[in-house]
Antibody, heavy 122, light 110 residues
């Protein structure tokens, strides 16, 4: 069965960076894009971008351009999302999500990680 | 890229049907049949309920259905049950490899 297991909660100071991992199992890692979505406390879902694990190609939401970097390590079926120059309003739960089927942007959240809480506080 | 527009809240009694709307533009919802819907219970990860406007993933009840007309997509839940009480989000492809979510709708089962 498809599983996405994310790294644990993080506490960071403003201006620092955070790197969240998402280990995939139960399917061919390079066969499906991986999206990253975040949710601030009490707020809605916000799409951050995707990575194509096969090619390493990425596409980021304009809001995060220049601050986010998505990478992958195919040898361990793991995707990463690094967000730099953290601010207090980056406090959120960060999710990785795999599309349901073969269309990268259709049903982007067919499978979800458990979420990683990133708290930014001085 | 602006978020898709959803009503903040909807409610219904057990057994009734409700519909949640999701209004976008001709650049996203109106241009692609790539609208999906997610259910999220408090403290849990979202769950895919509908993809490609009207398709249901395996395991999702047929009480959930989706449709689209112009720039507005809709999620209908029939035979409301207490367990349907949750937040619901729509999502659409917006061109140029971008994706956008709606602001979310809180469903209350009375």
């Amino acid at each position: 069965q498809v599983q996405l297991v994310q790294s644990g909660a993080e506490v960071k100071k403003p201006g620092a960076s955070v790197k969240v991992s998402c280990k995939a199992s139960g399917y061919t890692f390079t066969g499906y894009y991986m999206h990253w979505v975040r949710q601030a406390p009490g707020q809605g879902l916000e799409w951050m971008g995707w990575i194509n694990p096969n090619s390493g190609g990425t596409n980021y939401a304009q809001k995060f351009q220049g601050r986010v970097t998505m990478t992958r390590d195919t040898s361990i079926s793991t995707a990463y999302m690094e967000l730099s120059r953290l601010r207090s309003d980056d406090t959120a739960v960060y999710y990785c999500a795999r599309p349901w089927g073969g269309i990268a942007v259709a049903g982007i959240g067919g499978y979800w990680g458990q979420g990683t809480l990133v708290t930014v506080s001085s | 890229q602006s978020a898709l527009t959803q009503p903040a809240s909807v409610s219904g009694s057990p057994g009734q049907s409700i519909t949640i709307s999701c209004t976008g533009t001709s650049s996203d919802v109106g241009s692609y049949n790539l609208v999906s819907w997610y259910q999220q219970h408090p403290g849990k990860a979202p769950k895919l309920m509908i993809y490609e406007v009207s398709k249901r993933p395996s395991g999702v009840s047929n009480r959930f259905s989706g449709s689209k007309s112009g720039n507005t997509a809709s999620l209908t839940i029939s035979g409301l049950q207490a367990e349907d009480e949750a937040d619901y989000y729509c999502c659409s492809y917006a061109g140029s490899s971008r994706v956008v979510f709606g602001g979310g709708t809180k469903l209350t089962v009375l």
